[in-house]
């Protein structure tokens, strides 16, 4: 089992910038790739940008065109944290933000509760 926690989002006006996090605990060594997603009201949960933390390929970023060259995701691995910086924030950037750990092996995802993230125009 794996268990994820967000924190750090929060209220912030257009061009600003915030710093989510999300700390993994539990059997950490069956994650093979952890992200993060959002969704906004009326919206479908979308991703916001992927990082593989295992195999070959770890390191290895992926992230949604709205957002390349604004966000950045970066790891702690002593830590278990996985960091998402957003940058130039946009009004359209408000949503719920979720935090993922997916278990490649066993093809399971867990799901943070979700952390709020308002950009103000």
């Known amino acids: 089992q794996v268990h994820v926690v967000e924190s750090g989002g929060g209220l912030v006006q257009a061009g600003g910038s915030l710093r989510l996090s999300c700390e993994a605990s539990?059997?950490?060594?069956?994650?093979?790739?952890m992200g993060w997603y959002r969704q906004a009201p009326g919206k479908q949960r979308e991703l916001v940008a992927s990082?593989?933390?295992?195999?070959?390929?770890?390191?290895?970023?992926n992230y949604a065109d709205s957002v390349k060259g604004r966000f950045t995701i970066s790891r702690d691995n002593a830590k278990n944290t996985v960091y998402l910086q957003m940058n130039s924030l946009k009004p359209e950037d408000t949503a719920v933000y979720y935090c993922?750990?997916?278990?490649?092996?066993?093809?399971?995802?867990?799901w943070g509760q979700g952390t709020q993230v308002t950009v103000s125009s």
């Open positions: 993922n750990a997916f278990a490649g092996a066993e093809a399971i995802n867990y």
């Open positions: 539990g059997t950490t060594f069956s994650i093979s790739v």
């Open positions: 990082m593989s933390t295992a195999g070959y390929t770890s390191g290895t970023k």
